[in-house]
């Protein structure tokens, strides 16, 4: 059995593989791989470990001779034509829960360093630009007594309400459907996505990219943000009609935005690196050790599971 894998991957998922008898072939460069050299390498590939940044579309699928798995090394699976890969039984699996925290705890980072104006300071203080203590500089915004607007409240969405919770904020959150647990834990209500638009200060943006959410923040809701208010996306650029907050940001018409994930990442828009009310940080939601390790294990049991005739631990399907 052949595994491919498509970028070097931190911890013993390749052990694993390995141990189980498993061919293993990573990808050796330390960039993303061209869409040539996974056509390339994946042909006769039992098993694939994939990153977000690969798109596995039909073409790619109907290249694949005797592939059973795809095991995509993240949570979201937006790259792969899931439905496709099932109809010719090829599993597809991702890597759930393991970096809820990792991704909660950079997401609430992303907040603090918005509301309390981070990057001005710390630049400030790079360029020897600091004159001492004032009593109005680098004013931001304090959490308590805020409300927080959790847009998609599945497991991420979750873990940084509960976290922004013990700031003493109160919660509100938009799902497609009631989550009758993060109502009761958070006291949390349930709005439509413009009515917690115009009423959140902090809005924290959880949902997966699919055709659905695709632009759900646009022109027409971004805009009913409250002036004072701070929008941070750690899930994917493309829910978010990214000029549009730009023009928002441009014209102060709201206080701050945090970004993780880009509109076309890893391109990214050169206005944003202008303003001086965004936090930029480059898509390292899921970027710690323990994380990462665990996520590239988890992609490793997945691919020996389905390798060996049995169920994968973490499966998706599209219906
Ligand atoms: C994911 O898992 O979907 C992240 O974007 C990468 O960790």
Known sequence: ????????????????????????????????????????????????????????????????????????????????????????????????????????????????????RLREGERMMRKNEWTGWKPQQLLGLEMKNKTVGIVGAGRIGYAVAKRMKSFGTKIIYFDRKNNLKFEKEFSAKRFSLSALLRRADIVSVHLPLDKKTLHILNKDNLKQMKKNSVIVNTSRGEIIEEKSLIQLLKKKKIFAAGFDVYEGEPVINPELRKLDNVFLLPHIGSATVETRSAMAELCAKNIIKVLSGRKPVTPVYVR
């Open 1 to 116: 059995m052949k595994v491919f894998i498509t970028r070097k991957l931190v911890g013993k998922a390749e052990q694993m593989l390995k141990a189980n008898g498993i061919q293993v072939k990573t990808f050796p460069e330390d960039r993303a791989i061209s869409r040539a050299e996974l056509l390339k390498n994946i042909k006769d590939a039992d098993g694939i470990i994939s990153m977000f940044t690969e798109k596995i579309d039909k073409k790619v699928i109907d290249n694949l001779e005797r592939c059973k798995i795809i095991a995509n090394c993240a949570v979201g699976f937006n790259n792969i034509d899931v439905r496709y890969a099932n109809e010719k039984n090829i599993a597809v699996t991702n890597t759930p829960e393991i970096l809820t925290d990792a991704t909660a705890d950079l997401t609430v980072a992303l907040v603090l360093a918005c509301a309390r």
